[in-house]
């Protein structure tokens, strides 16, 4: 089994940045992908982008251009730099990451963009 730990969050204004880390467990050189989702309580879970074990990289809409997804093989770690943040970015983001033992989460990091 894999765990997952998110760091990062926080508070910040609008047009500020933010780096969330996930840290894992044990060697991601072997995961299928892994991804960054975040959730608003009382609405859906929603796909922020996703990076492949190729190093393919997949952005929703609304971050390209503005949020950045990166991983590091030797520190275990996936990261999402995320710029030029607005309020409309505020949830929970949550790392996920696929491979041959199914799917795994992390518990969350909480970012909330102020106007």
């Not at 309580?41 to 997804?69: D, H, M, W």
């Not at 949550?94 to 106007?115: D, E």
């Amino acid at each position: 089994q894999v765990q997952l730990v998110e760091s990062g969050g926080g508070l910040v204004q609008a047009g500020g940045s933010l780096r969330l880390s996930c840290a894992a467990s044990r060697s991601i050189a072997s995961f299928d992908a892994m991804h960054w989702y975040r959730q608003v309580p009382g609405k859906q879970r929603e796909l922020v982008a996703s990076i492949s074990s190729g190093g393919s990289t997949n952005y929703r809409e609304s971050v390209k251009g503005r949020f950045t997804i990166s991983r590091d093989t030797v520190k275990n770690t996936m990261y999402l730099q995320m710029n030029s943040l607005k309020p409309e970015d505020t949830a929970v983001y949550l790392c996920n990451a696929q491979g041959y033992w199914g799917n795994t989460w992390g518990q969350g990091t909480q970012v909330t963009v102020s106007s």
